[in-house]
């Protein structure tokens, strides 16, 4: 699945974490989420899974941009 699939919730639109624009949360055609963050350590998740860390105010602005 390719970023431009995908609806941006949080952010400024540039896409480049490079310049202070992550974590970012989007939403899929299907509705489910991707959230992109920084990497966390919290624990070890299983095989095929990954733990990122963001905000509680980066979740509180996608569920604004839901109208939730």
Do not use: H
């Amino acid at each position: 699945m390719a970023r431009e699939e995908l609806t941006r919730l949080t952010g400024d639109g540039n896409g480049n974490c490079n310049n202070d624009d992550c974590p970012n949360v989007y939403r899929t055609a299907s509705g489910s989420f991707v959230v992109q963050g920084d990497l966390s350590k919290a624990f070890t998740a299983p095989d095929g899974e990954g733990l990122v860390e963001i905000p509680e105010e980066t979740l509180r602005e996608a569920f604004r941009a839901l109208g939730w």
